[in-house]
């Protein structure tokens, strides 16, 4: 079946400007991650959404962030005022559900945003 | 101290030979652990779930020493393909809630011919 996409694949905006990046999760899963990865750097946690529940927005890095989830299913990443330091590689990841010792997350492939 | 932490490497090594690298946590609480591998410009995929008792997946090992909170992956009979960067992943929680899921940096691997 259809893994998670994202798109862009690559982005590249002026400072200053406005991104919004999508992601479509696979179908039926029920919880969905935003994260971001500098080069070189780890995985770093941006929001996380499960269900109808309210989204947990503890990893956005500040009030530019924001995401939604609309119909439980597909996600979008807004990025306000881009910043240079804005520039990475945006991962969205996506699992069947949120408990168990076994929560395999299935990452899409990514957008690579850069911020001039 | 950080919560996750890997060595960055890179560990160089021969085809066929046995690697193996750990991971340390900094919370005691820390509930469920798992391996993903991370190819270059792509996205990571879980490799294994780490459990209490050790957990063998073919050429790889995965254990879990909870009193001196480490983790480690050792990986047998290394081949070409095994090149990668691997992310020690650690959750508060015994499931997936984000609120407690981190990642390591990651640790660098190239398997030499």
């Known amino acids: 079946g259809a893994g998670v996409s994202q798109s862009p694949s690559n982005k590249v905006t002026e400072k200053g400007k406005d991104v919004e990046l999508r992601c479509d999760p696979i179908?039926?899963?029920?919880?969905l991650y935003w994260y971001r990865q500098s080069l070189g750097q780890g995985l770093e946690f941006l929001i996380y959404?499960?269900?109808?529940?309210?989204?947990?927005k503890s990893g956005l890095p500040s009030d530019r962030f924001s995401a939604e989830r609309t119909g439980g299913s597909v996600s979008t990443l807004t990025i306000q005022r881009t910043q240079q330091e804005d520039s990475a590689v945006y991962l969205c990841?996506?699992?069947?559900?949120?408990?168990?010792?076994?929560?395999?997350?299935?990452f899409g492939p990514g957008t690579r945003l850069t911020v001039l | 101290r950080k919560e996750v932490e890997q060595d960055p490497g890179p560990f160089n090594v021969p085809e066929g030979a046995t690697v193996a690298f750990n991971c340390t946590y900094s919370n005691s609480a820390s509930q469920s652990f798992f391996w993903y591998r991370q190819d270059c410009r792509k996205e990571p995929k879980l490799l294994m779930s780490?459990?209490?008792s050790g957990n063998e997946d073919g050429r790889f090992t995965a254990q879990l020493n909870r009193a001196s909170q480490y983790i480690s992956l050792l990986i047998r009979d290394s081949k070409l393909s095994d090149s990668a960067t691997y992310l020690c992943v650690v959750n508060l929680h015994s499931g997936g809630g984000a609120d407690g899921l981190t990642f390591g940096k990651g640790t660098h691997l190239i398997i030499q011919p």
């Open positions: 959404f499960q269900g109808n529940s309210a989204p947990d």
């Open positions: 179908s039926g899963h029920t919880a």
């Open positions: 990841a996506s699992s069947l559900v949120s408990g168990g010792n076994y929560n395999e997350q299935f």
């Open positions: 780490v459990y209490s």
